[in-house]
């Protein structure tokens, strides 16, 4: 009973998952305007259709995952830390992450293959810096609402992309499953 009173509302959870769906559908559609252009030259528009619905598929599951790790972190970390404060908190992760998940995408286009114990230190070093920065910044919102309130209206202002960006992965999730089940 206790695991469920450290789930947030669901007027808490909205402002997240929509900063998340923001910031992976606009990396997606970003990607994919790239991609396009080579799309033309080796598909039909039908194909061109489908490979825009895995893409999108597949942005849905992970902006889900992404909720589904926040969510945790959530029912693992201290109330005061992190429950409390949730959008906030919720929201600087989702920044964190995301900014983490660039920086070891331009890491490792420049240096190529890795072996597994660089791979841990980085999954390491990611995790301390979770951890590091969700004890320091409920500290500091504790003191300056000000931050709070500018985490807060941000993630507020993406709900908007919500009703945008779930209907498209709900309706691309049901056309890859209806095509590779037929």
């Known amino acids: ?46 194909g061109i259709f489908f490979l825009a619905a895995y893409v999108f598929a597949v942005a849905l599951i992970e902006s889900l995952l992404l909720f589904g790790f926040v969510l945790l972190v959530s029912l693992i970390l201290p109330r005061r830390i992190f429950h409390d404060q949730f959008i906030a908190q919720g929201s600087l992760m989702v920044i964190t992450c995301t900014t983490w998940a660039l920086i070891l995408k331009f890491q490792s286009e420049s240096s190529g293959s890795r072996d597994l114990l ?21 500290f500091l919102m504790q003191r300056y609402q000000r931050g709070k309130s500018v985490l807060e209206a941000i993630a507020d202002r993406m709900i908007i992309f919500a009703w ?7 309706v691309s999730l049901a056309i890859v499953l209806v095509r590779n089940l037929i």
Do not use: C
Not at 125 to 137: E, G, R
């Open 1 to 46: 009973m206790q695991v469920l009173s450290k789930i947030p509302t669901r007027r808490e959870l909205l402002p997240v998952f929509s900063l998340i769906l923001f910031i992976v559908y606009s990396w997606t559609i970003y990607r994919m305007l790239f991609q396009i252009p080579s799309w033309l030259y080796s598909h039909s528009k039908t």
């Open 118 to 138: 660089e791979v841990s230190a980085w999954i390491l070093i990611f995790l301390l810096s979770l951890l590091l920065i969700a004890v320091v910044s409920s």
């Open 164 to 170: 945008i960006y779930i209907p498209v992965g709900l």
